[in-house]
């Protein structure tokens, strides 16, 4: 009988603990926009160069003979780098790679670390539209 009452009075807690107030609906990110990057002996190529703030996925081909890292990162007047900041991992020789980032608006630097690889320009706008109500997102 004891154990009987102790477990409807603890079923009867647990019902208890819920939230009263209402859940707040927030709108959901933009979906993640694809930029594609080609590393060529002397310079870096991003198509597109300009696209609004949200999620972006930078596909990287390596043209090059040699191992390459990609950086894209904030560039800010005066050409300084820093801030957001992500990189690949080292791509081989004619292969690919990918990086992820969450880029607010601003302009960013595309680039490796061998100086005689002239680095690519993108400008970032204002946010993109939610992706609330669009289906079949990856």
């Known amino acids: 009988m004891r154990l009987a009452i102790a477990l409807a009075s603890t079923a009867l807690l647990a019902t208890a603990c819920g939230d009263t107030e209402p859940r707040q609906n927030l709108p959901r990110p933009p979906a993640p926009i694809t930029l594609t990057a080609a590393v060529h002996d002397d310079r870096i190529q991003v198509s597109p160069t300009v696209t ?5 996925v930078l596909i990287v081909s390596n043209q090059t003979g040699k191992p390459q890292r990609i950086t894209f990162e904030t560039d800010e007047l005066g050409g300084r780098t820093g801030g957001n900041t992500v990189s690949t991992a080292i791509i081989a020789p004619r292969g690919t790679g990918r990086l992820s980032i969450d880029a607010r608006s601003g302009n960013y630097s595309v680039h490796t670390r061998d100086r005689t690889i002239r ?19 990856p």
């Not at 609004?52 to 972006?56: E, H, L, S």
């Not at 680095?119 to 997102?137: C, D, E, I």
């Open 119 to 137: 680095a690519a320009r993108v400008t970032v706008g204002p946010p993109r539209k939610s992706s609330q109500n669009q289906l079949l997102l």
């Open 52 to 56: 609004g703030a949200g999620p972006i």
